[in-house]
């Protein structure tokens, strides 16, 4: 289930976004980012719906992934 990034309070916005961007194996490309810098893109792609975060019922979670995805 997709759950809007506007319904969340900031602060657990910002937790789940900096917990998938901590996450080992996210990449960035060559040049090393800040968790700040990071968070800061996952934020924008969220409003510019690149981004979308997901609700797992069975596992009792949420991740964030590529909205891309369903397009492919």
């Given at each position: 289930?997709?759950?809007?990034?506007?319904?969340?309070?900031?602060?657990?916005?910002?937790?789940?976004i900096?917990?998938?961007?901590?996450?080992?194996?996210?990449e960035?490309?060559?040049?090393?980012?800040?968790?700040?810098?990071?968070?800061?893109?996952?934020?924008?792609?969220?409003?510019?719906?690149?981004?979308r975060?997901?609700?797992?019922?069975?596992?009792?979670?949420?991740?964030?992934?590529s909205?891309?995805?369903?397009?492919?």
């Amino acid at each position: 289930m997709e759950i809007p990034w506007q319904r969340l309070q900031d602060e657990t916005l910002t937790a789940l976004i900096e917990e998938f961007v901590s996450r080992e194996g996210t990449e960035y490309g060559e040049r090393e980012y800040s968790l700040a810098e990071k968070v800061a893109q996952v934020r924008r792609q969220l409003r510019e719906g690149r981004a979308r975060i997901l609700y797992d019922a069975e596992a009792d979670s949420c991740h964030i992934e590529s909205a891309e995805k369903d397009a492919r």
